[in-house]
């Protein structure tokens, strides 16, 4: 499968953005599906996965904030970022398995084979 994340950009603190990620190649409604994200100088940070149905799981930075959801018939990912914050400045990745990994697998990056290139997302103070 090929991963495709758009939607980053320049956006203030408080404000809000919706990434998305295009899935091509594959059966996207078998992929377990995550976010993660990359600031400068800082290994890849898990943010999210949602398994192959509503049933998401966040990493506490995200939690509450971030909403991960996935439309099957648009073979599309999405990440709802609210009240964003300076420390959410990264490089945003979607990443696919189509494994059947346990929850405490999820932050791991080798537990995905696909990724996307990336959105940058920028919060300003």
């Known amino acids: 499968v090929q991963l495709q994340a758009s939607g980053g950009g320049l956006v203030q603190a408080g404000g809000s953005l919706r990434l998305s990620c295009a899935a091509s190649g594959g059966t996207f409604g078998s992929y377990v599906m995550g976010w993660f994200r990359q600031a400068p100088g800082k290994e890849r940070e898990w943010v999210g996965t949602n398994r192959r149905s509503s049933n998401s799981y966040y990493a506490g930075s995200a939690r509450g904030r971030f909403t991960i959801s996935r439309d099957n018939g648009k073979n599309t990912l999405y990440l709802q970022m609210n009240n964003l914050k300076p420390e959410d400045t990264a490089v945003y990745y979607c990443?696919?398995?189509?494994?059947?990994?346990?929850?405490?697998?999820?932050?791991?990056?080798?537990?995905?084979?696909?990724w996307g290139q990336g959105t940058q997302v920028t919060v300003s103070s």
């Open positions: 990443a696919a398995t189509a494994s059947h990994p346990i929850v405490s697998s999820f932050p791991n990056p080798g537990t995905y084979e696909f």
